[in-house]
């Protein structure tokens, strides 16, 4: 069974630019959840999509936003980026929505905003 | 609100060695469930266990074990004759089930470093 996918996986772009990653939850699975990780704040959880509804959100200004399709991959969008930005975005795909449920992460993709 | 402590930033052990890695949470919720991830340097978090918060049997998975006491808020991780495949940083998470609390809230993390 293929994991989470994450593409791309490294990514460079400047202040003021928009960013969309995207994600691809493993088969079967309908929850898609975005975290960033950075040195200085740690993993932060961005949101949650399930069924192509967002069932919950972190503490993330209207910069950031995501979607889902019919086929569970998700995509996050980060416009105007601000350096601050700068981290590594990691997606994970769980069966049942929620938090309590195991999730698997993808690789990440790395953003560096210059 | 929840809130996730790992005190210790950075262990390092000579290979063979036990380690314990310490985990301290706090919520309002009863009902909550634990985790504890692993980041190699790779960057993947791999899950390791998932624990409910009315179960707190200790549990043993090979040279992995895990003790969970309510009374205390704590949630740590023990390694038995550790080895140098373990060197990662390892993560402890908590997820309410109800409202904004159901998300994933990470401790800040210990890297572990395993020596030859």
């Known amino acids: 069974k293929a994991g989470v996918t994450q593409t791309p996986r490294y990514l460079i772009k400047t202040r003021g630019q928009q960013v969309t990653l995207s994600c691809s939850p493993i088969s079967g699975h309908r929850s898609v959840s975005w975290y960033q990780q950075t040195p200085g704040q740690g993993l932060q959880f961005l949101f949650e999509y399930f069924s192509e509804t967002q069932r919950n959100k972190g503490n993330f200004p209207g910069r950031f936003s995501g979607r889902q399709f019919s086929n569970s991959r998700s995509e996050m969008n980060v416009s105007t980026l601000e350096l601050g930005d700068s981290a590594l975005y990691l997606c994970a795909s769980s069966f049942s929505s929620g938090g309590a449920g195991e999730q698997f992460f993808g690789p990440g993709t790395r953003l560096t905003v210059l | 609100a929840q809130k996730v402590t790992q005190a210790q930033t950075e262990i390092s052990v000579v290979e063979k060695e036990d380690v314990t890695l310490d985990c301290v949470y706090e919520?309002?919720?009863?009902?909550?469930?634990l985790f504890w991830y692993k980041q190699p340097p790779s960057g993947e978090l791999v899950f390791l266990i998932r624990r409910n918060s009315f179960d707190e049997q200790n549990e043993i998975s090979g040279r992995y074990s895990w003790n969970f006491q309510k009374s205390t808020s704590s949630f740590n991780f023990t390694i038995t004759a550790s080895q140098v495949v373990d060197s990662a940083v390892y993560f402890c998470a908590l997820s309410g089930v109800a409202g904004s609390a159901r998300q994933l809230t990470f401790g800040s993390g210990t890297q572990l470093t395993v020596l030859p």
């Open positions: 919520t309002r919720d009863t009902t909550y469930y």
